[in-house]
């Protein structure tokens, strides 16, 4: 397992900027009593843990879970030659871990999981896999709307949707529209997605818009241009926590704009192996990371 940790003192955390979405830090216990008969707390000076609180992995605080984590599911090709099986059975073994993951996010109350699901650049690959994911996609959406939106989940899908199949297109069209008002958890999709292009076609969008008169080009600025991003559908666009599976220590134009402080986490496991443990690891290391957004402790 490899991690890039920074075990630094979380009380020495400095609020991030206002236009950074974090957590809310909790206030430390102040007891009300000003003397005691002996140096110890009894118990019934200490306020007991929430049942919410009780209900947490070892090791994590409810007030400093991500409220925004992406993913890099990698390595399910390989976990099935490992296992001497078809690629196909590698990939349908990913949607397994993304279920449990998802489920993990609805348990944990974390309110946004960004996956990234098929690159730009995947399309590169043997034309019997692109049809394979295509078909999986698909297959995964019709089995799982329904009762993912039981579990009041919100589908986003973003990318260059129009290289999909028109069948897919539609399919992500109809999920998208039925699950927009759902609030639990935001599953946001990346697929035909290139962080690149995202700023690229941002900025070509302001580009027009200072063409047509609508902004000047002093107008520009980090809000603008954040508009004009994909990830424009959801109101936590900058994932606190991202984790890449596999082993690979790289983000592979993945939310290049939007991981500007983004901590990560790198795992030797394999995404079909990624497993509640594993996710609660990432969490706790996340945890330990003293977040100063560019600032510095006086």
């Known amino acids: 397992m490899f991690s890039v940790r920074f075990p630094l003192p979380i009380d020495n955390l400095i609020p991030p900027p206002k236009f950074v979405f974090g957590c809310a830090f ?33 090791g994590l605080q409810k007030e400093f879970l991500p409220r925004h984590v992406a993913v890099i599911m990698d390595g399910n090709v390989r976990w099935a030659r490992r296992m001497k099986l078809p690629d196909s059975k590698g990939h349908d073994a990913g949607v397994r871990s993304l279920r449990e993951m998802v489920d993990l996010c609805l348990e944990l109350d974390i309110p946004v999981l960004t996956v990234f699901a098929f690159s730009y650049d995947n399309w590169l690959r043997s034309k019997r896999e692109v049809d394979f994911l295509m078909f999986l996609f698909e297959r995964v959406l019709k089995s799982e709307m329904e009762k993912s939106s039981r579990k009041g989940i919100r589908l986003s899908v973003i990318g260059d949707l129009s290289l999909l199949p028109k069948s897919l297109q539609k399919l992500i069209n109809t999920a998208v529209e039925e699950t927009k008002s759902n609030t639990k958890l935001q599953l946001i999709v990346a697929a035909s997605y290139s962080g690149r292009y995202d700023v690229v076609q941002a900025c070509r969008s ?38 890449r599976t596999s082993g690979e220590l790289r983000i592979s134009n993945f939310l290049l704009w939007q991981s500007a402080y983004t901590e990560f986490f790198f795992t030797e496991t394999l995404w079909p192996d990624f497993r509640k443990q594993d996710f609660v690891e990432a969490l706790v290391s996340y945890q330990t990371r003293q977040r100063r957004y560019g600032g510095r402790q006086s």
């Open 26 to 58: 909790p206030k430390p216990y102040v007891s009300d009593r000003r003397r005691f008969s002996n140096l110890r707390l009894r118990a019934a000076d200490v306020a007991a843990p929430t049942a919410e609180e009780a209900a947490l992995p070892a």
């Open 206 to 243: 302001l580009a027009r818009k200072v063409k047509n008169d609508e902004i000047q080009v002093e107008d520009i600025d980090d809000s603008l241009i954040e508009q004009e991003l994909e990830t424009k559908c959801t109101a936590v666009p900058h994932p606190d926590l991202l984790i």
